[in-house]
């Protein structure tokens, strides 16, 4: 069985709403399991108003970091200085860095030369330089997509709104999926596509078929109509691995 990896989440709370938390968080243990839990912010200040309950129901610690400059977020200071404590302390296998602040680039860089498995989660306008040094950066947006609504006035769940892309499938996008196929291919130009997935996210970091209006990676390939795709059935019947190979051009 494999080991669940231990992870530390770190979150900037003057980069990132209360009402995104608890997708977050779930989405967050898909690829491990959130030992530290901690928020960093001026919790004096009247924009961070709301945090309290959504703080309390998901176990994550304020940390109170005070503005000693106008204009400067300070937050990201003490995030770093924990993060490097936590990082000698050996007791997590990753980080999870939730902001949209280019300053955190160098840290995550640092995490990693240290063989820490870093996501990033941030909206649609991080900065790309962030983006790159983390091993997956995740966009809030989707995370918000994939959340129900809830009515204060009926405390009843509504279904969320129908899924809608944040990027557009382009030719950088066909681009990146074929080479990643050739990269990997064997002999007749079939490659697995989990094998496939795993190589685009390393070019990629953000990268998500969600990004896309698609849940998972099979259903945006057979959309794009450009690559073949082999369903094998396996020893165990209800299980299949899933080949591509790009099409070639007659």
């Not at 900037?12 to 967050?28: H, R, S, V």
């Not at 005070?66 to 937050?75: E, I, P, R």
């Not at 496939?196 to 390939?221: C, E, H, S």
Request: hydrophobic content about 35%; proline content about 5%; overall charge positive.
């Amino acid at each position: 069985m494999k080991k669940e990896l231990m992870l530390a989440v770190l979150i900037d709370a003057d980069n990132i709403t209360y009402k995104n938390i608890k997708g977050m968080i779930q989405e967050i243990a898909k690829y491990g399991v959130p030992t530290f839990k901690r928020i960093y912010g001026d919790w004096t200040k009247p924009t961070l108003k709301g945090w309290k309950t959504v703080l309390l129901e998901n176990a994550i610690t304020p940390i109170q970091q005070y503005s000693y400059t106008v204009g400067k977020n300070s937050s990201d200071s003490a995030m770093i200085i924990d993060a490097m404590d936590i990082l000698y302390s050996g007791k997590v296998d990753g980080f999870c860095l939730v902001s949209s602040d280019s300053d955190f680039t160098r840290l995550s860089i640092r995490l990693r030369e240290a063989s820490m498995y870093v996501i990033g989660i941030g909206e649609k306008k991080t900065p790309e330089p962030f983006i790159a040094a983390c091993d997956k950066f995740i966009y809030i947006e989707i995370i918000a997509k994939d959340e129900p609504e809830i009515s204060s006035s009926t405390k009843t769940t509504t279904p969320a709104p129908p899924k809608v892309s944040i990027s557009k499938i382009d030719s950088r996008l066909i681009k990146l999926i074929a080479g990643s196929i050739d990269d990997l291919a064997d002999d007749d130009g079939w490659a697995f596509l989990g094998d496939v997935g795993n190589l685009i996210l390393k070019k990629k970091p953000n990268f998500d078929p969600r990004n896309y209006g698609y849940l998972k990676l099979t259903p945006l390939i057979k959309s794009l109509g450009k690559f073949q795709i082999d369903e094998r059935t396996t020893e165990n019947r209800n299980i299949k691995h899933v080949f591509i190979r790009n099409k070639v051009s007659k």
